[in-house]
């Protein structure tokens, strides 16, 4: 088939997200503590990251520079003043080769979300690869869940799994038997999680748009077998993040008043995620009874709440310097070990909270940044209800609000990254206008 200037972005784009869950990379360096490294000491750089930088490379030669449309601008924009802030972090780390590495998927990112701006790229194809893309995860990770056990596979990304290995996620059941959760291609359950959520949304949309019967089945199927595995990963955050997205789209939907819509969305999802952190925090084991309890469950739980306390311990010993500007991206663990040594190194990780772990990494000056970019997002979309595509990108942006307040992988990860850069790309396109200046 002979690849057009019509749809070279929509292709490009849409084979990315079919990829994006495949954890194939090449690693060229590692920072130890100690005398071992942990996940978060290797310098790597993903296949998914080459693939679409080269493949953007190749299509402005050919096809000129990007396209944005008027009133995309400002999201824009922000976005590059946002890397900027990053970057100042990366100047000032205690740990700079680290920090540049980590770096390069935040600025993975950042071409990710500027590429999905582009007019020429077809968002529901898109969708369409992100949604098909988790099929095959999600067969390795039934295989995962039935079997106990999956083998490793550097060409695919895949590190070993087994239930009786201590340090992988399970489910104690009740005759004290581990059932491994469903990591699929990914290297975390909830990350696995994360991106069944976003596409069920996204197969929904799909569902909705379908033009005949044929089609509405096959994407109504899809969207209930990635609803079926988002079980299997026994997601906790994911599931509430769907959970939230479906039941307030479906408010915006039915009010009557689009105005009033618009101001009870925020309330309630105020509630609902403060109130999942109060059980987090305070109840742990009522929070561990939410995916059947045990005592794996609530160490898990207990270890979060935790994590808050000792992320306090972290950013007391912060500098003026390190308050505004962040310390470094990719820097906490180490961090954490210089006050904490002695512990096993796969015992050392990022807080989990995204806005913490933020704070800690790029400073008041970054968050300060990422609200505002987050801002100008959201007014973009509030302002397009009730367009079914808008309602969709807010269903889409509730589950990455609730994991970023409950995970850190949003932030710390190649796949966290490139997932919300997918979901605020989508939000501020989808239902916008049909006739806009283009430049």
């Not at 299509?59 to 924009?77: C, D, H, M, S, V």
């Not at 970057?87 to 600025?107: C, N, W």
């Not at 794996?296 to 306090?312: M, P, W």
Request: with cysteine.
């Amino acid at each position: 088939m002979k690849i057009t200037k019509a749809h070279y972005f929509t292709l490009l784009i849409t084979v990315f997200a079919f990829l994006l869950p495949w954890q194939t990379r090449y690693i060229f360096g590692a920072a130890p503590i100690g005398n071992l490294v942990g996940e978060y000491g290797i310098m790597s750089v993903y296949a998914t990251e080459l693939l679409l930088v080269v493949g953007l490379a190749v299509g402005y030669t050919w096809l000129g520079f990007p396209k944005l449309r008027q009133e995309n601008r400002p999201p824009a924009i922000r976005a590059l003043i946002l890397i900027g802030a990053a970057l100042v972090s990366v100047l000032f780390s205690t740990r700079l080769s680290l920090s540049l590495a980590q770096f390069i998927h935040v600025g993975g990112a950042l071409v990710f979300f500027l590429a999905l701006l582009d007019p020429r790229v077809e968002l529901k194809k898109v969708l369409l690869g992100l949604a098909s893309g988790l099929v095959l995860p999600l067969i390795l990770g039934a295989i995962q869940v039935l079997t106990g056990y999956s083998a490793s596979s550097s060409i695919f990304g895949l590190a070993t799994r087994n239930a009786d290995h201590l340090g992988d996620s399970v489910i104690s059941l009740a005759d004290g038997s581990r059932m491994l959760r469903a990591y699929g291609s990914f290297s975390h359950p909830n990350v696995f999680g994360g991106y069944l959520a976003v596409g069920t949304v996204a197969a929904g949309t799909l569902w909705y748009h379908a033009r005949s019967l044929r089609y509405r089945y096959a994407y109504a199927a899809l969207a209930i077998i990635l609803l079926l595995g988002l079980f299997l990963t026994a997601s906790r955050s994911a599931a509430l993040g769907l959970a939230l997205g479906t039941g307030l789209s479906l408010l915006v939907v039915r009010m009557k008043s689009v105005a009033a819509a618009r101001i009870a969305v925020i309330p309630i999802a105020v509630f609902v995620i403060g109130g999942a952190l109060g059980l987090t925090i305070f109840a742990p084991g009522v929070a561990a009874d939410t995916r059947g309890g045990g005592v794996n469950e609530t160490r898990s739980i207990e270890e979060r709440a935790a994590q808050y306390v000792e992320f306090g311990n972290v950013e007391k010993k912060s500098s003026p310097l390190q308050v505004l500007v962040g310390h470094g991206v990719g820097t906490y663990t180490f961090e954490v070990a210089k006050i904490f040594p002695g512990r096993d190194v796969f015992a050392y990780q990022p807080v989990h909270s995204m806005p913490l772990l933020v704070f800690f990494d790029v400073g008041i000056i970054g968050c300060i940044l990422i609200i505002v970019w987050q801002t100008t997002i959201d007014k973009m979309n509030f302002a397009r209800f009730p367009k079914r595509d808008a309602v969709s990108a807010f269903a889409m942006g509730n589950v990455v609000l609730v994991i970023l307040f409950f995970d850190h992988y949003i932030w710390s990860s190649w796949s966290g990254l490139a997932l919300i850069a997918f979901v605020m790309a989508l939000t501020v396109r989808m239902g916008e206008p049909e006739h806009t200046d283009v430049s």
